[in-house]
Each structure stands twice: as structure tokens, then as C-alpha cells.
């Protein structure tokens, strides 16, 4: 880039402040050229106040020599992150800059995937000896620490093959006396996440054990680094956009929403809706197979849309409860017919109460508009029946459904709440005009 | 409780293995007794390896004896936590029975509401004053290790008057040379949150620049305690949650799925149900006021399901994206013309590929079945321009929603897709029978 001819920023110098002001305006060609006209300590600072995903995508598209000099600064899980979201070309030449040691890091994070305990983990953690006394163990972290450890949060004692004995708290070890061994103090019963656990998992234990911290080890028990809270804190923010997403009927955007384009967006959302309309398409048969009694009774077709959202509304409560129960591991697979129980029982008393002011409802307009003939009794009875039928059945469906795909490996989101009401749609029918066909019998039809 | 008299454990001792073992199982009583045969350090140990949560629910319901021990073992914001829990009249005594320094700790967490900056803080941080030297600073960190500090994530650095003037790391402290002050190497532009910010917004911060911790300060930068990343953790998991039962259609429950009593969670469910079910029942006046149209024209009566359900879910999807991106921070209101013409064009996207769907299903089943009469192609005609109508309508309807219920200073996750559904089922009667009048008018109405 050629700076003298053609420039943003006319001064020879930006400082700090100006560049922070004006950095989220500016274009990404802008933002190299005013990174360039900051000096050395400022533009360190200045990039690592930004966001982890903005200091990423700045050191991606900045000039090579910019890359190179930024890549060598980053802990080994963030210039992890970048090679990963380079082109496959460039990630060799990215990871030789590195020196040796992070690069060792560095390869050994790539193996993993992003969403596992080893793709979300820091390689660099404190690590002392059972054998080394108080005194030495200090001087020993003094030295990690000078060397390359940004932060400490538990001293992990590990044996000569890194396998992970023990752990040590900040205030254990400077509370203990300076002569005693580490193996006294050290405590040997430890969490620990195996490096190929999913982060939902991961976040789970967080959770239950409030930690700020947990080694990952692999499956000899030696220790391949830790997962700190802060790491967890973004896959807990992802895994429940995804859910919700997908509770909502789509498939996860697994991007911001203003930033994702316009047609990868419809695609995502074309699928799952053009799904729910083929299925919904078969309320059109169900309505069409009972042509004849709608125009014999054109009064039971007013109720038709009341009866079916009933069921899918119940069937979308349930479905929502029990899929984030699912996911925060409050409930498990084995608690099936325990939920199914509640469930049923949890429709049936919201099935009456909808009935109950179903029946309010068309007594009260007989009563002022005489809307529903001579036959309002049977007509009300069969509307407040069915709803309590279609609330039941939708509960239920919106409660199994969930667990049905887990036992079958698919994840449970998938049972959005538009895909458990389209279910209980064409059911929902099914059940009014039986329901109204035994009742009104002789009577309407 | 007379332990002779009637016991579930004939043994004299139980092992903390075996205690961890059973604990799930037992009754309340049954974990008093059993903890009762521990001895003391592995009692201390049990406890503490016990989530948050239970450990809070066992310290609660122990003899009175029991309580108190265990109270004074606790750090101030577990024992703010156990003391808010707690029936008023207990409250002043449970206090009480703090040592001096965490009783004062323990007054000011009280103070804040659960889901604010300062309920969520801890009140023990590390602290050195400018002008220390390193060394000084290293020393006075140990003696606040030895006293009361469980970990060091930041040291933060005060002046007289506990005012925040500067941060230093775990690094930058052993890494400088011995004889410099503190106000030399000290970062002095910090990111801090106000002690009354809410949980929701916290939680984005760290999101966005992946700290383990951010000090809490009040309006005149007086520091009060620190927010780690596990704090935030479970406010994260628990906004997300309660965000995802508003948009499934209920009340947030505010429990675990399987541990609240039945009643309550009819109740949580049973209101918004009933409320929709009322909006609902307009549906029924809107057939009603067509009620001779679909007498004329059964064939009509058979699409409403179809047609009313795809602006439902469509409007779905729409309200759980915009609620998720604006939880997350990704959308404002700022942005609310952005998104309503997003939306709008996405809607009218989707509606065409639905109504090209619905189109080829009405054409091949007439061409099979005869099923829809000689003006078969109007009738098709009617449902592909309602079908794009309800979508547009649905998906910018779904979008303004949370927006509007921002603006208006409501939760916008209200905006429940059930909400939504309820909404546009009216408005897509209308629709569908408006656009059939224009078109079916003298052929079939």
C-alpha cells in the first residue's frame, strides 16, 4: 500500500483514542492504514482491547508483514483460531512464523474441532512437581510465569510423564508452610474433561461446580490444557442461539443475524418452513375428507382454527420445556415415563381450563347473538370435548417428541414448536370431527 | 433428631465415597444423617464438591447447630445467597454469626437485586496501592492469600480511597523488575461494570472481550467487588433459559423442570394458554363474518388451516430470531428499519416459494382427483396470493413484535411464537377470504 498517495488520514500520527473512535466506521482498508499510523505499544494495546472475533478478522486482512508480526503476540488457542480461518494455502507458512513451542501448541489445538473440550482449551497452565516444596513450587511458577503464563488459577501437580496427580489452590499454596511437599497439600480427587467431550457437556459441569477453570486430559489421564470460564461462556451463548433457533423452526444461522446475507438466510429458513407446509398440507386432506359434514354443519368449521392452535400452543410449551431441560441436563431419557405422566396430567388440567372458557364463550354469544342455532348445546359440547382431547394429545406429542429424537441420535431442538404444531394440526382435526360426529349424530349430521 | 432410636445407617461411620455415592437418593432427613457420620475434614470436602445449588438447599435445611458451622465456611456471596434464601426472621441471626469482616461483605451483597452487577460480584479481589514497589505488591498479595483470597485473577490497584486507578496481570507483575512501582506498569484504561448494571448486559461484555474477570465499581469509581466468568455463567445459561419457555408461550418457570411442583407450573402455563386461546376465539368470530362464503364455497373452508398456520410459522421464526439477536446485543432498535425491510423481503421470498409449492399440490391433486371443482384454478389462484400476503405479514409482524415490546420498556421475549401464531391466524382469515372475494367473485361467491 502505498500511503503518500492516496490517504485517509492526512496527519503523520494517530493516537490511541482517535483510532478507537473512529475504528468501527471505518472500511477495512481504512482500518490497516490507521493501524499503521499508530506506534508499536499503542497498536499492541489498542488490539487487544478489541473483541478476540475483531482482533481475529483485522490480523487476517492485514498486509503480510503486519500478519506475521501480530500472529507471533497471540496465545496459542487464539492464533489457533486464525489458522483455522485462513485458506488452506496460507496455513503452513502461518504456522512456521511461529516459534517452536507455540507451534507445538498450535498443531496439537488443530486436531481438534471447535466444539469439543480440545478445541476450546489453553495449552499454557501452571504446573508444578508432587515432590517440590512450597518454596521451590513458587519459584518455579515466578518462572512459567515470566516465561509464558498469563494467568494462574490452579496449580496442576503432574509426574514426569504429565500425567495429573493433583491440584493446588492459590491460597492453599501460599497459605501452607514453605517446607512442606507438594503431595501433602495437593488435592488428589479431581474434575477433569476428556479432551473429545462435547461443549455442551463441558458448560454443564461449569454449572453444576461453579469452577473458573478444569484440565482436559486425554484418555492415560495426561493433562493437554485447561478450559477457563470465560472460554465456556461463548459455547453456552452459541448452544442456546442454535436451540432457540431451531425451537423457533429453522435451522441454526450459526452466524449474527445482521451480518449473515440475505439468501443464506431464506435458505435456512425456506427448508424448515417449506417442510412444515407439506406436512400442513395434510390438514387440507383431513378438512377435505369431511367436506360433507362442514356443509351439512358450516357452524363446525368456525372452530376449526380456535381447536387446532389450542393443541399446537400446549404442544409448543411442552416441547420448549422439555427440550432446554434436555439441554441443561436437568432431565434425562431415563425420566421419560415420569414426564410423560406430568404431562398428560399438565394437559388435562389445561385442556379443562380452555374448555371451560370455550363453553363460557359460546353460551355467552347464544345467549346475546343466538350465532350457533338450535343445536348450541351439542355443538358447545363437542367444541369443549375435542379441546380437551387436542390439548392432552398435544402435550404429550410436544413432550415425546423431544425425547424420541434423542433416542434416535437426532438432536432435540429439531422438534421446533411450528413442526410439534403441525403435528397436532392434522390430528387436532381428526379428533373435532370424531368427537362431533358421536355427539351430533342425528342431531346436525 | 435421636440417632439411636431409628437410623437409616446401623453403621457407626459412613466414608465420604459412600456419602457421595447414595446422596441423591436420600431424603433430606437422610442427608442430615448421613453427613452427620462424616467426620469434619470430609464433611468440609462433601460439601464442597456439591453444587451451589444443593449445598445451599442442605446448609438450609440442617439443625440449627449444623447450619451455623457450616455458614462460617462460606465465602460472602454463598452466604449472601443462603441468607437471602432463608425466611425472614432467620435472616438477622444467620448474620450474626459472621465473623466481623464478612458480616460487613455479606450487608452490602444483600443490598442488590439477584440480577445485577453487584448481586452477582464477589467482594474478595486482590489489591495493591500505586506506589508499591513489585516486591511490595508480591508481599502484601501473599499476606491477602494467607487471610482471605481464594484466587488472583487481576490485581487491581486502589488509592486510599478504594477508587479504581489501575489493573495489573498475573504477568505483568512477575514479569517487571523488582524495584518499579506499580503505577509505572499499570494498565489504567480498565473495563468496569456499574454495580447496578443488569446481568443480561454484563454477560455481554465478557462475550465480547473474553475477560475472567471485570471489577464492580459504583458511580464514583470506588471498586466494590469482582464478577468472574463462572459467576456469569449461570446468569447466561439462566436468561437463556427463561428467554426460550417465554418464546415457547409460557411464564419463565424459575426451576428445574423436575423439581417444581406441579401446581405452580399449571399455573405458568395455564395463563398464557387461556390468554391466547381468548385472542384465538377471534378466529371464530372471523370464520363466523365468512361464514356464508364457506357455505357458498365449502372448498374454501378446506385451505384455512394451511394458509393460517404458514403466517404463524412464519412469524415464528421471525420473533425467535430478532428476540435471540437482541438478547445477544446483535440487533437494536436503531436498526428497526433495517430489519422490518429485511424482514419484509425475506417474507416475501419465503411466501413465493410456499405459494409455488402450494400451487403444484392443488394442480396435481385436480389433475388426479377432481377434488377442487371447475374453477379449481381461481380457487388455486386465491391460496398462492394469500399464502404470500399471510407470510409477509407473519415474518414482518414476528419482527416488529419484540422490537415493539422493547420500545414500550416490555420483555420483548414475550413475543412468543404462540403469541405470534395467535395474531396473524386472525389477520390471515381476513386475508384469505378478502383476496378470495376479489377473485372468486361470480364463480364461486
Known sequence: MNRSSKTAFPDERLTLFEVREMWDVLSPDEQIEAFELLDRPSAQEFLFTLSRHKRAAFILQASEAERLFWMRQLPPDEAADIIQQSPKKQRSKLLELLDERTRREVQALLTYKADVAGGLMNTRFAQVRPDQTIDEA??????????????????????????????????????????????????????????NQNQEIVARLFN??????????????????????????????????????????????????????????????????????????????AMAHYEEEIARAVVLALFVPLIIS????????????????????????????????????????????????????????QLIFHTYGAHYFLVALSVCLSLIGVVVWGTTVGAMLPMLL???????????????????????????????????HNTLL
Open 310 to 365: 389450542s393443541g399446537g400452543n400446549s404442544g409448543s410449551q411442552a416441547a420448549t420445556l422439555i427440550i432446554r431441560a434436555m439441554a441443561l441436563g436437568e432431565v434425562r431419557l431415563r425420566n421419560w415415563w415420569n414426564i410423560v405422566r406430568r404431562e398428560f396430567l399438565t394437559g388435562l388440567g389445561l385442556g379443562c381450563v380452555l374448555a371451560t372458557i370455550g363453553l363460557a364463550r359460546i353460551l355467552l354469544w
Open 138 to 195: 513458587i519459584h518455579y511458577l515466578r518462572l512459567q510465569a515470566k516465561d509464558y503464563l498469563e494467568s494462574i488459577f490452579y496449580v496442576f501437580v503432574l509426574d514426569q510423564g504429565q500425567r495429573l496427580l493433583g491440584v493446588v489452590s492459590f491460597q492453599e499454596l501460599f497459605r501452607a508452610p514453605q517446607e512442606r511437599k507438594i503431595s501433602e497439600i495437593m488435592k488428589t480427587e479431581v474434575v477433569t474433561v476428556p479432551e
Open 208 to 285: 453444576r461446580y461453579k469452577f473458573i477453570a478444569l484440565p482436559v486430559v486425554d484418555h492415560e489421564n495426561k493433562i493437554k490444557g485447561i478450559i477457563t470460564a470465560d472460554d465456556i461462556l461463548g459455547a453456552v451463548q452459541e448452544e442456546a442461539t442454535e436451540d432457540m433457533q431451531k425451537v423457533g423452526g429453522m435451522e441454526a444461522l450459526d452466524q449474527p443475524y445482521l451480518q449473515i446475507d440475505f439468501w443464506t438466510m431464506l435458505k435456512k429458513r425456506a427448508g424448515w418452513l417449506a417442510a412444515l407446509f407439506i406436512g400442513e398440507m395434510l390438514t387440507a386432506s
Open 406 to 440: 434423542r433416542r434416535l441420535g437426532c438432536d432435540p431442538a429439531s422438534a421446533s414448536a411450528p413442526f410439534v404444531a403441525t403435528l397436532v394440526d392434522v390430528s387436532g382435526i381428526v379428533i373435532y370431527f370424531t368427537v362431533s360426529a358421536v355427539i351430533l
